[in-house]
Structure formats: structure tokens, C-alpha cells
């Protein structure tokens, strides 16, 4: 079976750009979460959807973060414009949530660099 | 709020002896679920192992092992027999079940294990 998809895998754009990101979460799965890891904050929780709507976005840093999921096997993540503090390792995760013990699937990540 | 706290930045063990990472979590639910998950060099993050609260048996996957001491709020994984394959940043994870939380995990600040030859 195939797991979620992330692209692209690395990113190198410079300051001011916009970046989008893009995640297809395994066929099935109702739970979609945007993470983003760096070196000093760790594995930070940006967004998550379920059932393709925003359930919480209290993660996302700012204004020029944003997300979609129009459909069950699409998501992005957008950053316009982006900033050099916004280079990080950023992860999609998806479940099929069931209220048990599901746990998230996680793409291999999109490396992104801002010059 | 939840929080979930792994007190060791950097452990290291020789290749075949046994290691445990620490986790500790701060809740009031009395039933919630509990995860370690794996991220080796390339950077994939793999589930290694995971544990239901009610569950008094503690979960073993092959040479993984936890140690859940839930009145400490403490979820310890022991890998015994270590291998060079097992050298990788580990994280503790928290999910609080229920239809509101939709498998939203919170994470630890992670484990960093490196395995000598």
C-alpha cells in the first residue's frame, strides 16, 4: 500500500517567495496533520483536518502560513512570503480515526530552504 | 493541557547492550494512549511501539519494550540487543482518545540514540 506522499522533497527558494507544499494522505484516512521540526523548537503540530475541514489551526505561526485540503487525498500548505526563519523539515501525517488507538502515518517530509 | 517531557537529549549504548529512554506526561484523562515513534537518519517517522492506559500489560514489538508505570505518568522504552540500525532520534507521543481530538498526538522533545559499534 502506498504511504502518504509528500512533495517535493527538498525546497531551496529565496526570502519573499511563495512556497507551496503538498501531501496525499494514504487512501481511506480521515486525519491530516501538518507538522513542522527544526532544531530548536522540535516537532510542532501546524494544522490538522478531519474529514477535510480545519479542526485547529492554532498552530500555524502566522498570517502568511495556510492550509487546504480540498478533497480527502489532497492537502497543502502554503507560505507567502516566505522567510529564511521558515526553513524546517515539514511533515504530513495521516490516520483513519476511529476514537481507538490509530496511529499517524508519516510522509518523508519536505526539506525546505529559504536564502 | 497535555505536556510530554523526555528529560535525555543524547543517549549512546554499544551495539548488542540495552538502552531505555525516559518519557514522562502530565494529563487528567485516565485513559489515553501512548506512542514511541522513530526517526533514523532519513529522516522517516516510524512507529515503534504504542501503549493503551487501561491496559496494565506493558507492549513489547520484538527487541522493544516499554515499562508504563501510570500512577508515575511514566512510559520508558527499552530496546534490548541494540543495533547500529537502531541509532535514531526517538519520541514519546501522547494521544487523547474521543471523538473531539480527531488522533491529534502531542509529542516529546525527543530522544537523540546513537549506537556504537
Known amino acids: 500500500d502506498a504511504g502518504v506522499i509528500q512533495s517535493p522533497r527538498h525546497e531551496v527558494t529565496e526570502m519573499g517567495q511563495e512556497v507551496t507544499l503538498r501531501c496525499k494522505p494514504i487512501s481511506g484516512h480521515n486525519s491530516l496533520f501538518w507538522y513542522r521540526q527544526t532544531m530548536m523548537r522540535g516537532l510542532e503540530l501546524l494544522i490538522y483536518f478531519n474529514n477535510n475541514v480545519p479542526i485547529d489551526d492554532s498552530g500555524m505561526p502566522e498570517d502568511r502560513f495556510s492550509a487546504k485540503m480540498p478533497n480527502a487525498s489532497f492537502s497543502t500548505l502554503k507560505i507567502q512570503p516566505s522567510e529564511p526563519r521558515d526553513s524546517a523539515v515539514y511533515f504530513c501525517?495521516?490516520?483513519?480515526?476511529?476514537?481507538?488507538?490509530?496511529?499517524?502515518?508519516f510522509g518523508d517530509g519536505t526539506r525546505l530552504s529559504i536564502l | 493541557a497535555q505536556t510530554v517531557t523526555q528529560s535525555q537529549p543524547e543517549m549512546s549504548v554499544q551495539e548488542a547492550e540495552t538502552v531505555t529512554l525516559s518519557c514522562t506526561y502530565d494529563?487528567?484523562?485516565?485513559?489515553?494512549?501512548l506512542f514511541w515513534y522513530k526517526q533514523p537518519p532519513s529522516r522517516q517517522m516510524i512507529l515503534v511501539i504504542r501503549?493503551?492506559?487501561?491496559?496494565?500489560q506493558n507492549a513489547t514489538e520484538n527487541r522493544f519494550s516499554v515499562n508504563f508505570q501510570k500512577a508515575a505518568k511514566s512510559f520508558s522504552l527499552k530496546i534490548s540487543d541494540s543495533q547500529l540500525g537502531d541509532t535514531a532520534m526517538y519520541f514519546c507521543?501522547?494521544?487523547?482518545?474521543?471523538?473531539?481530538?480527531?488522533?491529534?498526538?502531542?509529542f516529546g522533545q525527543g530522544t537523540t540514540l546513537q549506537v556504537k559499534p
Open positions: 507521543a501522547f494521544m487523547k482518545p474521543g471523538s473531539g481530538n480527531t488522533g491529534k498526538l502531542i
Open positions: 501503549q493503551e492506559a487501561y491496559k496494565q
Open positions: 494529563t487528567s484523562e485516565s485513559n489515553y494512549y
Open positions: 501525517a495521516s490516520t483513519q480515526w476511529t476514537g481507538g488507538d490509530q496511529p499517524q502515518h
